[in-house]
């Protein structure tokens, strides 16, 4: 017999709309509402028209897209790592994964290479993309399309994306803190943050004003300036702060130019000493950690991420398991020059 949607929502005494908000991940659900739903769907092993679709097998094998935004060498280098890490220890030749790198991070650009993967006849999507309504709209459209999303580093968490896999953002921003404020001696810091509208720039800078204020009491000594991860308005921006803040004497580096950060310090030759604790074990960090210009840097695992979505995607269209969690975070790594 065929369960049909009718069905479960009959079952559990709600509309068929209903049942369609909980099937494709959609907000204004009660929870208790919500799990009887699903209850119901898992018992009777209702599937959409898409999932049927989705669940034959292909002649030629499953494909899936991966974007990669423009991040950097190594943030590209590091997920391919963990691409080929997944790939080989899923062991099937018939599955594929379609590398997409982006030169910008438009709403625009990103829907372009979506339509492309489309047109190369992806069963599924990793995506690391801006927490924007356009890019929530896209993996809506794909979800109800029968593209699963898994969004990989930052998360788009108002939309129909199956999970998220990355660092615990808060907790990256708290540990920076609790590393830098024995070093404030009084005085101000300053954070340097990519582009809050990546939940992965903004969360950072979140838990980093939160720890901040429960050791201290106060975040007025804190300022906050975006240079969307370019050299040339980090060091900019870190120059200017450093000469007109005399009581400046910590900077957070959320995210990248540490390069342009570290530049902009030499430039300026502050009298004080100014301590830096940045994210990412990126080369320049490294260095700059062995000759005490970083005094920590606090980690995450991007070749793991990449693997565990890549593993993710292919349990659910191969083997229909989906995953048991919303959101799944890698290890969270504080390395000082001693562990270099």
Aim: contains cysteine; charged residues 25%.
């Amino acid at each position: 017999m065929k369960i049909t949607s009718q069905m479960i929502a009959d079952k559990c005494g709600v509309s068929r709309g209903t049942v369609d908000r909980v099937v494709n991940g959609r907000a204004n659900v009660a929870p208790e509402v919500r799990a009887r739903v699903q209850q119901a769907i898992d018992e009777l092993g209702y599937r959409t028209p898409a999932q049927r679709r989705q669940a034959q097998p292909a002649r030629h094998g499953t494909t899936i897209g991966f974007v990669i935004p423009g991040w950097g060498d190594y943030y590209t280098r590091q997920t391919r790592r963990g691409i080929q890490a997944a790939l080989r220890r899923i062991g099937d030749p018939s599955f594929r994964v379609e590398i997409r790198e982006l030169t910008g991070r438009s709403n625009h650009e990103y829907c372009t290479c979506i339509n492309a993967l489309e047109e190369s006849k992806i069963a599924g999507l990793v995506l690391n993309a801006a927490d924007t309504m356009p890019m929530a709209q896209e993996i809506d459209r794909l979800t109800a399309m029968g593209i699963p999303v898994v969004t990989c580093n930052s998360d788009v968490p108002d939309s129909a994306r199956v999970c998220h896999i990355g660092q615990d953002l808060v907790k990256s921003g708290r540990v920076a803190a609790g590393l830098l404020v024995p070093m404030l001696a009084g005085g101000d810091v300053l954070i340097v943050c990519g582009n809050r509208e990546f939940t992965a720039h903004r969360l950072r800078v979140d838990g980093f004003l939160e720890r901040l204020y429960e050791l201290e009491g106060d975040i007025g000594h804190a300022h906050v300036i975006e240079c969307i991860e370019r050299y040339d308005l980090t060091y900019d921006g870190v120059l200017r702060e450093v000469r007109r803040n005399p009581r400046l004497r910590a900077i957070y580096m959320a995210n990248e130019s540490v390069k342009g950060c570290m530049d902009a310090l030499a430039r300026a030759r502050a009298p004080q000493p100014i301590h830096v604790v940045c994210n990412d074990l990126t080369p320049y960090a490294r260095e700059y950690l062995a000759d005490g210009r970083v005094d920590f840097i606090v980690d995450q695992d991007f070749s793991g991420q990449a693997r565990r979505a890549v593993e993710v995607l292919y349990e659910l269209l191969a083997r229909r398991r989906k995953p048991t969690e919303t959101i799944m975070h890698v290890r969270t790594s504080i390395i000082s020059r001693e562990l270099l």
